[in-house]
């Protein structure tokens, strides 16, 4: 049975593959009250988090495996990602999405086409080296971490270590999972993809345009992490352009930081997605329940 629990951002969906040996996919951000809805998430099922098998991590993103150590479970992901995270690398601290993980360590190193209780790993790197979906082969349905969504596309990265042939392997990924003719999908974040020849061709005509022209990658990968961070805590101006990937983009863009900052909050207060209170941004879309302490300025 494959059991899903929606959630808004900055945390990802969770997926209960239950059976004998149940697997759940995902950690969520490891706020606290994300970490409360997983045990009620599991609890529902007549699932405690003893009872997994493995935490199954797609990829090492805050919103995706925030809550890794706190579960207490072993944790399976692709060995790309596994060896940095066991290292302690920064690069698998996640600095972008400002939701700090707590510490964990990989216990199973997966690979391309393993076995892990009756799911199938299948390596779809492009917003990380070493992202994965899962393949239930019996129901023909993908859990696709950070690949694959309805009316939206993931962001790419467009710096640091991996932006290198990003988009290249993002697209080669979403054509590896259309070819397993999926009846289903189920992304990190939204809701399942049910007509999934139209979600491909979408995604693959938008990620062709962001080829075409790489600026629209940029601001896609701005306003979605931009959004993230706000999800988080209210802030400033002087809070966002604080934000480790702002110089960033503001050098990929031949802007400014403060014009990368203003114009980004702009386009997303026209949409009805952001409002400003005062000199502070907040945003209007549904959120998990945030942190107390969390800085609503500059921090």
Same mark, same amino acid.
């Given at each position: 049975m494959v059991l899903i629990d929606f959630r808004p951002g900055p945390s990802a969906n969770l997926v209960l593959v239950d059976g004998e040996r149940p697997v759940l996919i995902d950690s969520g951000s490891g706020s606290v009250a994300s970490l409360q809805r997983t045990h009620? +998430? !599991?609890?529902?099922?007549?699932?405690?988090?003893? %009872? =997994?098998?493995?935490? &199954?991590?797609?990829? +090492?993103?805050? %919103?995706?495996?925030?809550?890794?150590? &706190?579960l207490g479970v072993p944790v399976a992901a692709h060995e790309l990602e596994a060896s940095l995270v066991n290292a302690g690398d920064p690069r698998a601290g996640d600095p972008w999405l400002g939701f700090p993980i707590g510490p964990y360590s990989v216990t199973r190193g997966l690979r %391309?086409?393993?076995?892990?209780?009756? !799911? $199938?790993?299948?390596?779809?790197?492009?917003?990380?080296?070493?992202? *994965? #979906?899962?393949?239930?082969?019996?129901?023909?349905? /993908?859990i696709t971490g950070d690949l694959l969504q309805d009316g939206d596309?993931?962001?790419?990265? +467009?710096?640091?270590?991996?932006?290198?042939? /990003?988009?290249?392997?993002?697209?080669?990924?979403?054509?590896?999972?259309?070819?397993?003719d999926p009846v289903m999908t189920i992304p990190g974040h939204g809701p399942p993809v049910t007509d999934v020849p139209r979600a491909v061709a979408a995604t693959l005509e938008r990620y062709e345009r962001f080829r075409a022209d790489?600026?629209?990658?940029?601001?896609?990968?701005?306003?979605? #992490?931009? *959004?993230?961070?706000?999800?988080?805590?209210?802030? %400033? *101006? &002087?809070? !966002?352009? &604080?934000?480790?990937? *702002?110089?960033?983009?503001?050098?990929?863009?031949? =802007? $400014?930081p403060a014009v990368v900052v203003e114009r980004t909050l702009a386009g997303l207060r026209e949409r009805g997605v952001v409002v400003r209170d005062g000199g502070t941004y907040d945003v209007t879309v549904p959120y998990e329940a945030r942190e107390p302490g969390m800085s609503a300025t500059s921090k």
């Open positions: 009620a +998430f !599991l609890a529902e099922h007549g699932v405690r988090a003893g %009872d =997994l098998a493995w935490l &199954a991590l797609t990829h +090492f993103h805050a %919103d995706h495996a925030g809550g890794a150590g &706190a %391309d086409g393993e076995a892990l209780e009756g !799911l $199938t790993v299948v390596h779809t790197p492009g917003q990380t080296p070493g992202h *994965v #979906a899962y393949w239930v082969a019996e129901k023909r349905v /993908a596309v993931a962001w790419v990265p +467009f710096g640091g270590p991996w932006a290198r042939d /990003a988009l290249d392997a993002t697209i080669a990924s979403v054509e590896r999972i259309a070819a397993l790489p600026s629209r990658a940029v601001w896609h990968a701005v306003r979605r #992490a931009l *959004v993230s961070h706000l999800m988080i805590a209210p802030r %400033d *101006v &002087a809070g !966002l352009m &604080a934000l480790p990937w *702002v110089p960033i983009a503001a050098r990929a863009l031949e =802007l $400014t």
